[in-house]
């Protein structure tokens, strides 16, 4: 394969969104979709919308935080679903008291002085927090569910190729925004497809921002440890060296896309990571192969090579030949998408 080489709470009550551009997915005259490249207006800066909650309304919204409300668990917090009084559905993160040592707890301020300037469709709103009783992120509740709920339980008929497409597209637009539209450089370390969450109209939102990172515009690179993420979507320069940057992120949403063009887990029963799984079929061109059979063949080609395309430039080792999310389809045109894609398959 040819290589071408890409070239504190203060805070917390003002942000804005920077103008960038940004790959829109408009339809063209015949209703068909297409890439074109427009500029953001500037938005004006504005108040976060976000409130402090107490306690007892999230006590009474949980059910007392019960068990049968309990809808996901990770290592140092705890989600549950809830209603608040005007039948707001709500999702509730509350730190677990076995994880109330001082490093866990700045992580969870740190997550809220984070999440709390993002401003972005494709990025889970913060609806606001509190902290009586403990610490308390509240959002607004992904009825849908996510990526990763729906594309592999196999009680649920599997997600149309549109839908996968319209999943790819949007989380493509909030990780360039994370890394290009917000007012600092944010780096969300855990891009994975549970983490990616579903509105009803199945539009992808990015969520969890427990291990993201600020990174100052003077910054190449963040040096972390411990080594902390998901296993099959970490970068080898991360893993190996715990370095992060924007390319960190760029790798695990190459695994996520081939995650959504497979329906293949990061990791399958044998330990094989999907993306050493994939490299061999890009690297024949036999892309084909990459698609979940459940699809039985309805698919775009078309969409499939330029996703086939990105992900094989995501999952690339060495971050210096990994594209930008800027320059990750759908950020770039589909005539530079086939012109690359025949370089990269001869």
Known sequence: MRYIRSNSFKRLFSFRRRSS?????????????????FPHEEEPSR???????????LFD????????????????????KGTMS???????????????????????LTEIGTIGHVNHSNVLPLLGCCIDNGLYLVFELSSTGSVASLLHDERLPPLDWKTRHKIAIGT????????????????????????????KDFEPQISDFGLAKWLPSQWTHHSIAPIEGTFGHLAPEYYLHGVVDEKTDVFAFGVFLLEVISGRKP???????????????????EIEELVDPRLEGAYDVTQLKSFACAASLCIRASSTWRPTMSEVPPYTCFLYLDSLLCLLLQ
Do not use: M
């Open 21 to 37: 551009r940004e790959q829109i997915l408009s339809p063209n005259s015949k209703g068909e979709e297409n890439y074109e490249i």
């Open 47 to 57: 108040r976060p919308s976000w409130k402090c909650f107490s306690y007892e309304e």
């Open 61 to 80: 919204a949980t059910n007392g935080f019960s068990s049968e409300n309990l809808v996901g668990k990770g290592g140092y917090a705890e989600v549950y």
């Open 86 to 108: 005007g039948s707001e559905e709500i999702a509730v993160k509350r730190l677990t008291k076995t994880s109330r040592d001082e490093r866990k707890e700045k992580e969870f």
């Open 172 to 199: 493509a637009r909030g990780l360039h925004y994370l890394h290009k539209g917000c007012k600092r450089r944010i780096i969300h370390r855990d891009i994975k497809a549970s983490n990616i969450l579903l509105t």
């Open 267 to 285: 990791v399958d029963g044998s330990h094989q990571s999907l993306h050493s799984w994939a490299k061999p079929i890009l690297n024949k061109g």
